[in-house]
C-alpha cells in the first residue's frame, strides 16, 4: 500500500527531507518504523529504536501498535520541549 510520510523537527533534519511517498506491506506504525530503520544510514540514525520518536497517523496521535491504511499520512518527529 502506498502511504505519505512527514518528518518533522531534528529527524526532519537528519533525513534532510520533509516528506516522502512509500510502497510498504508494514502492517502497523512499528512495522513501518522497522523498515525504515532497516534501510540504514541517516535512517537508522533518525528512527533508532533507543530514541524517543512520537508518532501521529492522519494528523492524531498514536503509539506503534496503530494499524496502518492505504492512504495513510504518517509524522515522525522527537519529542517537544518547552521553555
Given at each position: 500500500?502506498?502511504?505519505?510520510?512527514?518528518y518533522?523537527?531534528?529527524?526532519?533534519?537528519?533525513?534532510?527531507?520533509?516528506?516522502?511517498?512509500?510502497?510498504?506491506?508494514?502492517?502497523?506504525?512499528?512495522?513501518?518504523?522497522?523498515?525504515?530503520i532497516?534501510?540504514?544510514?541517516?535512517?537508522?540514525?533518525?528512527?533508532?529504536?533507543?530514541?524517543?520518536?512520537?508518532?501521529?497517523?492522519d494528523?492524531?496521535?498514536?503509539?506503534?501498535?496503530?494499524?496502518?491504511?492505504?492512504?495513510?499520512?504518517?509524522?515522525?518527529?522527537?519529542?517537544?520541549?518547552?521553555?
Amino acid at each position: 500500500m502506498k502511504i505519505q510520510l512527514r518528518y518533522f523537527a531534528a529527524i526532519r533534519e537528519t533525513l534532510g527531507c520533509e516528506a516522502e511517498t512509500l510502497e510498504t506491506q508494514a502492517a502497523t506504525v512499528a512495522a513501518l518504523r522497522d523498515e525504515l530503520i532497516a534501510r540504514g544510514g541517516i535512517y537508522a540514525d533518525a528512527l533508532a529504536r533507543g530514541k524517543a520518536v512520537r508518532v501521529a497517523l492522519d494528523q492524531v496521535m498514536r503509539d506503534e501498535t496503530t494499524g496502518l491504511h492505504a492512504g495513510a499520512e504518517v509524522a515522525f518527529f522527537p519529542p517537544v520541549t518547552g521553555g
